[in-house]
């Protein structure tokens, strides 16, 4: 009589039916490099068809009743991201919940994938920054049942619960200053069109109230954001080449202000009095600046706070609201001046 099997699949009968050594399972599955993506899909495959679940502590964090909750952001290098999962974070694991956070770096199909291997881990919940994500991922995971918090965006049409800022109406908010200080030719500098929903939505509302100001359409630079004060000072150096064109420049985040300000400083150009430089988070590089920073501060910790808070009740069975949008505050600093 053959031996029963009293626990899942592991690493090793993945690996016999995949024909590859234990080493490359492991890798496939936690994404790592070096393995290639047709053998990663076919090891993914085998393995959701076998029921496995990690062995060790993380097939303990497998079971029916995990405290595990799958937290994914686009990088960790930014200090919104940051102080939005301390924020979150504590709260979680003061109700003695742990986490795992994952990078997608903006991109959809690594949020995807990042998704596909937490569910082996069969977390208690999932948290995803913004609200765009591939259709298909928002299908599955409303097909799931499991608590699902969407951060630092809103939307009408969430997977489950979503807590963030209306980045649109933000913009709006930070350019309705600008123009009351008689600005009428501005510039945005921030990541290429399409890469950050967030980043598209502020430039949505800055247009939007220039336009009803009767003023043109701001003219707008993208730069890769890998290191965020040297985008700023690219995004400056690309406006300033085009020539006396723009009175003022926003900028997607402080950090790239900061590099834009400098460069232009060291172009010869006086801020705020030749031109207007204008941040947006509030970060804490703003409060040693010389001047204050033009910005607006958004409610990071609070937005994490308020997630993890609407991710504890709904694991506990309460219903929150499905949309929570938490308002910015306005920083008038020192680097937009009145024209005269």
């Known amino acids: 009589m053959g031996r029963i099997r009293n626990r899942p699949p592991g690493l090793r009968e993945v690996a016999q039916r995949a024909g590859v050594s234990m080493m490359t399972v492991s ?32 097939r303990a964090l497998g079971a029916a009743d995990s405290r595990i909750i ?25 109700a003695g919940y742990s986490s795992v956070v994952d990078t997608t ?8 994938a990042w998704c596909d291997r937490m569910a082996a881990w069969r977390p208690a919940a999932l948290v995803l920054t913004g609200c765009a994500h591939a ?16 951060l630092w965006d809103v939307s009408d049409d969430p997977i489950d619960v979503c807590v963030g800022l209306d980045h649109r109406a933000a913009g709006a908010a930070l350019a309705a200053h600008v123009v009351a200080l008689g600005h009428r030719r501005p510039a945005f500098v ?35 954001d890998q290191s965020a004060f040297g985008a700023g000072a690219r995004g400056m150096t690309a406006l300033l080449a085009q020539g006396p064109r723009h009175d003022v420049v926003f900028f997607h985040n402080d950090n790239t202000a900061f590099g834009g300000l400098m460069t232009a400083e ?52 309460v219903r929150p609201p499905a949309r929570t949008v938490l308002a910015g505050r306005l920083v008038p600093g020192a680097t937009v001046a009145p024209q005269p």
């Open 27 to 58: 890798r496939a599955l936690r994404g790592v490099d070096g393995v290639s993506s047709a053998t990663r899909a076919r090891i993914a495959a085998l393995a959701a068809d076998l029921g496995y679940v990690p062995d060790g502590h993380a």
């Open 70 to 94: 799958g937290i994914s952001v686009p990088n960790l290098f930014n200090d919104v991201f940051a102080q939005i999962l301390d924020g979150m974070r504590r709260t979680l694991e003061t």
């Open 105 to 112: 770096d903006y991109d959809l199909s690594r949020e995807q």
């Open 135 to 150: 259709p298909a991922l928002r299908e599955a995971l409303r097909a799931t049942g499991r608590p699902v918090v969407e």
């Open 190 to 224: 921030g990541p290429p069109e399409g890469v950050d929903p967030r980043a598209d939505a502020r430039f949505a509302g800055i247009a939007a109230t220039f336009a009803a100001a009767g003023a043109g359409a701001p003219g707008r630079v993208g730069v890769d």
């Open 266 to 317: 060291a172009a010869g150009l006086r801020v705020p009095e030749d031109i207007g430089i204008a941040g947006f988070n509030g970060l804490d590089l703003t409060r040693v600046m010389p001047r204050p920073l033009t910005t607006l501060k958004t409610p990071r910790r609070q937005i994490g706070l308020v997630a993890g808070q609407h991710l504890l009740a709904r694991l506990n069975g």
